[in-house]
């Protein structure tokens, strides 16, 4: 009769151990003498009938082991009770009513499936002598996953990516008691719409200003007070502050000189490639302002009448390159070129015959063009190999943006060039500036004065989906509740993601999202 209390769970008293083929099977009993009645409570020392209760449980000495407990029934105690007959329950740290594994095996079961997922759990379980199959797992973690959650009252709503760029799904915050409360399996309207339907005690939605979250919360919860992300206007401010300067790079091309790309310098197909990449920038940038007002791309192709595929390239940030093509062939090449140029050889033909030999296929033409061209680039910037580059949209923007004596004297002369020609960008920075400073303050009293300054300038179309947000954005000003948070738990919800060895699963990742912090 061994009595090592170490082979069983606490809570259990084990009479023997059996050695067998399949493993080691533990004979045990509850500790205690007595049960309480479900029903009434009361005490029962009186035995009714008992019968063998069969538990997995940890393995132990490379072996598989099972618990046979001893089960009592008890008659109960109180007279007039309804309740005679009831079976004992195992204290809580052996097993849960009906469970068929121990509660330390059950455990280390629900990790496995968290961690791992269905399939690759089950294997490794097998490696561990854990007797589960991997519906088990998925079974264990998704029942531990059904905690029930209280009434949210202010939630933050987000979207993630389930996979990036591909599938996106959304994230749903308690923003009160700072955890994650949902995760649905798309970003549809009507997805969101009906699980805020669903659950009447929310009074405030904090989400970004897509076009479909605030369709959502107005047809899910039409009475909540809807507020805007702060963070996500500050960005949408800066953007539309880039697009105009997008917008506005002809005139600012024209303002700092011939130095962006000089079309002299180009060849005849550069030239022509070169026109055409000023349509295309300037397409691009119109795109892109739709986009970034949460136009959908149907109705962004119904507007510009370009090709879904092509609207679809610009938003994913596709369609940048100047040359193309005619380049390429010759760039293995422009090595060899340069150092045969500087040691002296300036004539077409002979050049070509030298990368021919070098391995290039194209024809006479391709090397006669680039040398037409480095002549002239030698002959219009002396004392320079390469053409100067004017700044970025993106450059400009950040040179706007900070103070003049933190430039290099280069980069104060170009703005000061930039801003007396195009003072347009001025009005729009400052603006920028003005908006940035109306949300970090909360000042909502200079919402409407900001809007009708900005409604005519390069920043019109920003100010319109203000208008169109306005209740939101207003909210933003004098609620304390921002989206930042919803972001964190974003960031959360990627390490869990990455550690499944995106084997992620929705149940699985709500279960380990969701589940008492
Ligand atoms: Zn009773």
């Excluded at 493993?23 to 009186?46: D, E, F, N």
């Excluded at 107005?218 to 909540?224: I, K, L, Q, T, V």
């Excluded at 920038?281 to 149907?298: D, F, S």
């Excluded at 207003?474 to 989206?483: F, G, R």
């Amino acid at each position: 009769m061994g009595r090592d209390l170490s082979l069983a769970p606490c809570g259990l008293v084990v009479e023997r151990v059996e050695t067998g083929a399949a493993g080691l099977l533990i004979v045990a009993r509850p500790a205690l003498t007595t049960a309480a009645c479900p029903t009434c409570g009361s005490a029962s020392t009186r035995i009714h009938s008992t019968y063998q209760r069969s538990l997995a449980d940890l393995p132990a000495q490379g072996r598989a082991v099972r618990i046979s407990v001893r089960t009592r029934r008890f008659r109960c105690a109180l007279p007039t009770c309804g309740q005679r007959i009831f079976t004992e329950r195992l204290v809580a740290t052996a097993a849960r009513p009906f469970a068929r594994r121990t509660t330390r095996l059950e455990g280390i079961v629900h990790h496995l499936g968290l961690a791992l997922g269905g399939r690759p759990g089950q294997g490794f379980a097998r490696r561990l002598l854990l007797p589960v199959s991997k519906d088990t797992l998925l079974r264990v973690v998704r029942r531990h996953a059904a905690a029930p959650a209280e009434a949210p009252r202010v939630v933050g709503i987000d979207d993630w990516a389930f996979k990036r760029g591909q599938r996106y799904g959304t994230i749903i915050c308690d923003l009160e008691r700072r955890r994650i409360i949902d995760l649905l399996p798309d970003r549809e309207a009507a997805t969101v719409a009906a699980w805020l339907t669903a659950r009447p005690s929310i009074a405030v939605i904090a989400r970004d200003r897509g076009a479909g979250y605030i369709q959502a919360a107005s047809e899910g919860r039409p009475e909540a007070i809807q507020v805007a992300d702060r963070w996500h206007l500050m960005e949408n401010a800066s953007a539309a502050f880039l697009t105009a300067i997008q917008r506005s790079m002809q005139a600012v091309r024209n303002a700092v000189g011939a130095d962006v790309i000089d079309p002299t310098v180009l060849s005849c197909a550069e030239r022509r490639q070169h026109s055409g990449w000023l349509r295309r920038e300037e397409e691009n940038a119109a795109i892109l302002a739709l986009a970034k007002q949460g136009v959908a791309i149907k109705e962004i192709v119904r507007r510009t009448s370009k090709s879904r595929g092509l609207v679809r390239q610009v938003v994913r940030g596709g369609r940048t390159d100047v040359f193309r093509s005619r380049l390429c062939s010759l760039d293995p090449f422009l090595k060899h070129l340069d150092m045969d140029w500087t040691n002296g050889c300036r004539n077409g033909a002979a050049l070509w015959r030298r990368v021919k030999a070098a391995g290039f296929a194209g024809g006479l033409r391709v090397v006669a063009e680039w040398a037409t061209r480095r002549r002239k680039e030698e002959a219009t910037t002396p004392g320079s190999a390469r053409p100067r580059k004017a700044p970025s949209a993106r450059d400009i923007a950040r040179m706007m943006t900070t103070e003049r004596d933190a430039l290099s004297k280069t980069a104060a002369r170009t703005m000061a060039i930039i801003e007396v020609a195009v003072p347009a960008l001025v009005t729009a920075r400052d603006l920028m500036d003005r908006f940035h400073g109306m949300i970090q303050r909360r000042m909502s009293a200079d919402l409407e004065p900001w809007v009708t300054d900005a409604m005519p300038g390069l920043l019109g179309s920003f100010a319109k989906g203000i208008i169109q947000d306005r209740a939101g954005v207003h909210a933003a000003l004098t609620q304390p509740w921002s989206n930042g948070q919803t972001e964190g738990q974003n960031t959360k919800l990627k390490l869990v993601k990455r550690q499944m060895y995106g084997r992620a699963k929705l149940d699985l990742l709500r279960a380990r999202l969701l589940g008492p912090a």
